[in-house]
């Protein structure tokens, strides 16, 4: 979670020039040697402002350009004057998703079959899908709100998601010693 952290730390950084990455995923996440995390891979990048050339060229036919199990409904429905801060946002949430469970939120027996979960936006609670013990219900409820099929249910900016990770990292650190110290105490 500390790395993903500093993953929105630099979509952030981008978002504040208006640019929008597209192909978030953990293949596109790299680590230095020593703890610096790279965004790589910014080859489908493009502006979410002014300069967006959907919205300079309405009748620009759409692209589609992404990782099918990681994509963001509106990019899979073509919607591209629609991309924004949120798209990248569910991205990253599908980061998280794989984190919690081992898997990407989008998964089906052909890239059809893959995008056509995309652009429904069905994905499954990460409970649902691992019993991995940091599974908590804040951070399912994080993840899921990332990922809402509607841009607007979504976190308004990577800094929202951010903080709500942030929050349930503190809680779970004071969880712990609460923990550790009901064990002192009953042992």
């Not at 967006?52 to 990681?70: D, H, I, M, V």
């Not at 949430?93 to 939120?105: A, S, V």
């Not at 991995?132 to 607007?152: D, G, N, Y």
Request: hydrophobic share 40%; aromatic share 6%; charged share 25%.
């Amino acid at each position: 979670l500390d790395v993903l952290l500093k993953v929105c730390d630099a979509v952030a950084y981008a978002h504040s020039k208006a640019i929008l990455h597209r192909d978030l995923k953990p293949d596109n996440i790299m680590l230095g040697d020593y703890g610096e995390v790279y965004v790589m891979d910014w080859g489908l990048a493009m502006y979410f402002d002014e300069r967006n050339e959907y919205k300079r060229f309405p009748g620009l036919k759409p692209q589609l350009a992404g990782t099918p199990s990681y994509i963001a409904p509106e990019m899979v429905r073509g919607k591209m004057t629609r991309l924004g801060p949120a798209s990248d946002v569910y991205l990253l949430g599908g980061i998280l998703y794989e984190i919690l469970t081992g898997r990407p939120p989008h998964d089906g027996d052909s890239v059809m079959d893959v995008l056509k979960k995309a652009a429904e936006g069905a994905v499954p609670p990460p409970e649902t899908v691992s019993d991995s013990p940091v599974i908590t219900p804040a951070l399912s409820r994080i993840t899921l709100k990332a990922l809402a099929p509607r841009i607007e249910d979504r976190y308004p900016s990577v800094g929202a998601f951010r903080e709500d990770i942030r929050e349930c990292l503190a809680h779970s650190e004071s969880m712990a010693i609460c923990q550790r110290a009901a064990e002192l105490l009953a042992g």
